[in-house]
């Protein structure tokens, strides 16, 4: 009798096991706190060694950018160098054709 659905025996056995599972699904108050408590505690530990690298990349783009600087200094030089390295030389080639153009077409007279 307790086996045919139509009954309230049945439906309270049902409800008894139903509420069994149930127990067995809850997870009490204390461990569900202490977990929340160590989620929390690695969020905030996640967050902070998220907020240092991301320190650390910006002070590393910033050492990068300050060495490039240094190294594109050292390799433009200065005006001097750009004078006598490639105006002068410039000069003088183009000035050495010239004269050759002009004894060219004079005949060398």
């Known amino acids: 009798m307790a086996d045919d659905p139509s009954t309230i025996a049945w439906r309270l056995q049902r409800l008894e096991e139903a509420v069994r599972d149930l ?5 009490s108050v204390e461990l569900y706190t202490r977990d929340r408590a160590e989620v929390e505690r690695d969020l905030v530990e996640l967050r902070a060694a998220i907020a240092d690298e991301k320190q650390a990349r910006k002070d590393d783009v910033k ?15 200065n005006w001097r160098q750009a004078l006598f390295g ?24």
């Open 63 to 77: 050492d990068i950018r300050a060495q490039a600087d240094k190294q594109a200094e050292r390799q433009s030089g």
């Open 23 to 27: 127990g067995l699904r809850v997870v």
């Open 86 to 109: 490639g105006v002068i030389p410039g000069l003088v080639v183009l000035l050495s054709v010239a004269v050759q153009i002009v004894l060219a077409t004079r005949g060398g007279k």
